[in-house]
């Protein structure tokens, strides 16, 4: 999982950042501050940009996603599979790859939210072959 600026879940899409850009990068496993801990199964990136201001991206708090959803009464969220106890926590929405909502029930008063993070695939440039292969 990324973090950019200790604020918004990020996919892999910023991994394009360039290392002089980067003022700060932590890596957490189990002793991730207390909004991401839930988080930290598989361990979180935190990247610090030394001029925040190149990080402009639309985002949404959990509980904004869950009112867009229209889901009302308890609503748990998770990430990944992963729970969240915070629903303050923001998430780039380009960042969002799949939603999964399982509706309140009689037997399961709690609507759940599962957001999946996408994964995409980096880009890099074409490689160009020389003239004097003839291709």
């Known amino acids: 999982m990324y973090v950019l600026n200790g604020q918004v879940i990020i996919d892999n899409s910023f991994l394009n950042i360039m290392p002089d850009d980067i003022g700060k990068l932590d890596v957490y496993k189990s002793d991730a501050p207390r909004k991401w801990r839930s988080l930290t199964a ?9 001029d925040k201001s190149k990080a402009r991206m639309k985002t949404r708090t959990l509980a904004e996603i869950g009112k ?13 599979g992963m729970p969240v106890g915070e629903s303050d926590l923001r998430i780039a929405t380009v960042a969002i790859g799949e ?17 999946q993070i996408a994964h995409h695939i980096p ?5 160009t072959l020389p003239a004097s292969l003839g291709l």
Request: charge should be positive; charged fraction near 15%; glycine fraction near 4%.
């Open 42 to 50: 598989h361990g979180i990136i935190d990247i610090t940009l030394k």
């Open 68 to 80: 867009w959803l229209h889901v009302s009464g308890p609503v748990s969220y998770s990430i990944n």
């Open 99 to 115: 939603m999964k909502v399982t509706r309140a029930t009689a037997a399961a008063p709690t609507t759940s939210v599962n957001i």
């Open 123 to 127: 880009r890099h440039p074409p490689r």
